[in-house]
């Protein structure tokens, strides 16, 4: 069983930046690769992943204005969002994406304009 916890969100303004930081209590390498999601109605959607090999993925509306990365030595993966948008508001998780499946437990980020 891994655990994962997200931090870093809160309230920033239109334009704003944050990390997010998802700390997992197991060796992130084990797992082929590392996404964020995010939920802000009913649907939960991909926003950025990064493989083992640190190959990268971003839902398109996030491109150019969010990475991902990951802290292998620190079992850490992080997401620096920029230029953040009042429709970037939502619940970021967490999770492996593996055959072994595991989710943190989300962080709020709102957006104001």
């Known amino acids: 069983q891994v655990q994962l916890v997200e931090s870093g969100g809160g309230l920033v303004q239109a334009g704003g930046s944050l990390r997010l930081s998802c700390a997992a209590s197991g060796s992130i390498s084990s797992f082929n690769a590392m996404g964020w999601y995010r939920q802000a109605g009913k649907q939960r959607e991909f926003v950025a992943s990064i493989t083992r090999s640190g190959s990268t993925n971003y839902l398109n509306s996030v491109k150019g204005r969010f990475t991902i990365s990951r802290d292998n030595a620190k079992n850490t993966v992080y997401l620096q969002m920029n230029s953040l948008k009042p429709e970037d508001t939502a619940v970021y998780y967490c999770?492996?994406?593996?055959?072994?499946?595991?989710w943190g437990q989300g962080t709020q980020v709102t957006v104001s304009s």
């Open positions: 999770r492996t994406l593996d055959i072994r499946i595991y």
